[in-house]
């Protein structure tokens, strides 16, 4: 008999790990794009003396560091268990990539406001603007080649999962695309925020205009920072998947032979595309040894099968809440 596609939901959280490969190179491309960016960035906002584009430097910077910690978490997160870590090292991806969130809170956001409020308060010498839309114009190609790459794999997960690039996007483990996405669209936005305040400088001869754009970005990367760091941390610390995978989960080990109920049931991601799930299995008062031993190997086969990021299954052949009850020990007399 065929087995049923996995469905959507159930695939947002269970990427395939071969498409480690695939992430590794969008966070590449990212990252040279960056490099480059920054340099360019950089010399633009001393010849024009512009603040946006200095923060936008700082921005582009922030990003390169970024993909270096992404680059770095793909990496050690993919590697095969051991014997002090039997379930694998997945998790430590979601530690680098938060490190990367901080990195754009510090080097990016910080210095943004840093260097908006200094000109909003203390003015700045206007220089020659032509060198900086010059830069722009050409970040703007870059990133938007890095930002297509990344949608590209974003939505080609979502076509293969029958879902939403949107959806994919609020819901996936593998955040390193996610922040790479995420960073990109950002930075598009933050060149059009350095543009506006040169060209309002310009126009109107007040250098708050491009104070106003560096803090602005320094919003904004505020913002892209604190929405991957909640996503990130949630993950290290052991994320559940949501309701709707939980009961697909509970309804596949409920329709086995001799099973009456479960009760409880318990689900860690423990990396991109990795799952743990244990429950505690009520089974039929005449089910001897032997039922309970094969319905526990036909739930393992089943999970593993049908949800590709199921790597471990515990069943549990006890009714109950799934907590250990434990009398306190009495104080030291």
């Known amino acids: 008999m065929t087995q049923p596609a996995p469905a959507p939901e159930h695939a947002l959280l269970a990427e395939a790990a071969g498409k480690g490969a695939e992430s590794t190179g969008t966070v590449v491309v990212a990252g ?37 910690l992404l680059f770095i978490a793909l990496k050690r997160g993919d590697r095969a268990p051991d014997a002090r870590h039997p379930v694998g090292y997945g998790r430590e991806t979601y530690f680098w990539a938060l490190l990367a969130c901080l990195a754009t809170f510090t080097l990016g956001a910080g210095f943004s406001f840093w260097q908006g409020v200094e000109t909003i308060a203390g003015g700045e010498e206007q220089g020659d ?18 930002l297509l790459k990344a949608v590209g794999q974003v939505r080609a997960s979502a076509r293969r999962w029958g879902t939403t690039w949107r959806r994919y996007l609020s819901q996936t483990s593998d955040t390193t695309v996610k922040a790479v996405t995420f960073e990109d669209a950002a930075a598009l936005v933050g060149l059009v925020l350095a543009a506006l305040g040169l060209f309002l400088e310009q126009l109107t001869g007040n250098p708050v205009w491009d104070g106003v754009a560096a803090v602005t970005i320094g919003v904004l990367l505020l913002l892209v920072a604190g929405s991957l760091a909640r996503a990130n941390v949630s993950l290290l610390i052991g994320q559940s998947v949501p309701p709707r995978i939980a009961d697909g989960l509970r309804a596949e080990i409920a329709a086995l032979p001799q099973v009456v109920d479960v009760p409880f049931l318990l689900t860690s991601v423990i990396g991109p595309g990795q799952l743990i799930v244990s429950a505690k299995v009520d089974f039929a008062d005449d089910a001897s040894v032997a039922d309970i031993e094969r319905a526990s190997d036909e739930a393992e086969r089943r999970l593993v099968a049908r949800h590709p990021g199921v790597r471990y299954v515990f069943l549990d052949p006890t009714p109950g809440d799934g907590r250990a009850r434990a009398e306190a020990h009495p104080p030291d007399a």
């Open 32 to 68: 040279l794009a960056n490099l480059g960016i920054a340099i360019a960035k950089l010399v633009g906002g001393l010849l024009s003396h512009s603040s946006a584009m200095l923060s936008e430097a700082a921005h582009s910077l922030a990003d390169t560091v970024t993909e270096v």
């Open 129 to 146: 603007p032509l060198v900086a839309y010059v830069v722009l114009g050409l970040a703007f190609v870059l990133e938007g080649a890095s």
